[in-house]
């Protein structure tokens, strides 16, 4: 039968997300539109951002946090073109954001020591094998696989090489271990449902070590730029942007600080994931149709969930048959305003990918996946039933 209940919101996006609960044009009031960025209130405006990101995230000191053009891949691209080639380089990809970093490693900086260990759909490379005398980088989670790192003991504290984490929809829904990191980068479009368009950039003291240095062999364009005459541009990470930001997107995002701080800060942001990943791995766990993407269960992403499409009837068939399967399942969502852009990333295997973070009610995952069942056999019912001659 129908599903007797809607979700109070269809917006399952992985990016830009859902704004938090509550949120209306009203939070947006208070926007310093109209003046110059450089004036009081709006450099006090970005330093609070700054400041407010910094301790909920809980950075140790002397880690500094700065606001960056072009989203979380503005900040993942500076971060390669400041720092890399001092060393060789461990470069990991399972999905497809590490592999266009890896295309960004290779072929556009031509780093030449490189090593890339990468993984097929679902699995993570073998991080046993990470050599950390190089510089690593990394997607501290998978967007498009659904599949994380579980945690950072597998790296060392006495490691010779730097940590470059794209962590864009790790942030705020997952537990970061910082010492374990040197540069990490994300974008608020994700965890905490901002506006999009402007990325962030995190680094450690042994980070801005590596920045004042290191000069790289190629030109830097004044967006990339972290240092000025070998040492760091402290104003970056004081709310003194390298260009002009949205005032109005600077505005969204302290809204969204100021809900996180009021439900409980960070703990409450990633409980807020993990039940929203809990609800869906018991719903999984009772399907007879849906599995996760990511193999081992202790790195399903708890933001990106990514399921396949199990049913013998519908895994059998070619991988063009079964996108197609999974297409018309989310247009069947859409046109019931049930769930909007919850199909797999286009190069992914076949299936469908919920946004899980925390500006996602669990209520609203409950209702949604009663609906994918529905639809799911609805779907099948077409495909499997007898053709009229």
Wanted: net charge negative.
């Amino acid at each position: 039968m129908l599903p007797a209940l809607k979700p109070s919101s269809a917006l399952f996006s992985s990016g830009p997300t859902k704004k938090f609960p509550g949120w209306n044009l009203s939070h947006l009031s208070n926007t310093a539109h109209g003046r110059s960025h450089r004036a009081t209130l709006p450099k006090q405006k970005l330093s609070d951002a700054i400041n407010k990101m910094s301790s909920m995230l809980g950075l140790p000191d002397g880690y500094r946090l700065g606001i960056v053009p072009a989203s979380d891949t503005g900040a993942i691209e500076m971060a390669m073109w400041s720092v890399l080639g001092a060393k060789p380089v461990d470069i990991l990809s399972w999905e497809s954001f590490g592999q266009t970093w890896v295309s960004d490693v290779t072929k556009q900086l031509k780093l030449s020591n490189v090593r890339h260990l990468d993984a097929d759909w679902g699995k993570l490379p073998d991080l046993s094998d990470v050599n950390f005398d190089n510089d690593v980088v990394f997607c501290w989670n998978g967007t498009t696989s659904g599949v994380c790192v579980p945690d950072g003991e597998w790296i060392p504290e006495d490691r010779e090489g730097l940590t470059i984490v794209d962590a864009t929809s790790a942030c705020f829904a997952m537990t970061l271990d910082w010492s374990k990191i040197d540069i990490a980068t994300f974008s608020w479009q994700k965890s905490l449902g901002g506006e999009a368009a402007h990325g962030v950039i995190i680094l450690s003291p042994r980070a801005v070590d590596r920045l004042e240095s290191y000069t790289p062999a190629w030109p830097m364009p004044k967006i990339f730029q972290l240092t000025k005459n070998g040492k760091l541009i402290e104003g970056i990470f004081k709310g003194e942007t390298i260009n002009t930001p949205s005032l109005l997107c600077l505005e969204d995002l302290l809204a969204a600080l100021n809900w996180a701080e009021e439900i409980g800060g960070l703990d409450a942001l990633i409980n807020r994931s993990e039940q929203n990943l809990q609800v869906v791995s018991d719903w999984v766990d009772a399907s007879n149709w849906a599995g996760f993407l990511a193999v081992e269960p202790n790195t399903r992403s708890n933001t990106s969930i990514c399921l396949t499409i199990n049913d013998p009837h519908i895994s059998q068939l070619p991988e063009a048959e079964r996108k197609d399967f999974a297409k018309a399942m989310t247009k069947r969502l859409e046109e019931e305003n049930v769930a909007f852009d919850i199909g797999a990333y286009r190069t992914a295997p076949a299936g469908l990918r919920i946004w899980g973070g925390p500006t996602i009610d669990t209520s609203d995952i409950s209702i949604l996946l009663e609906w994918l069942d529905y639809v799911f056999e609805e779907q099948k019912r077409i495909i499997t039933s007898p053709k009229e001659a």
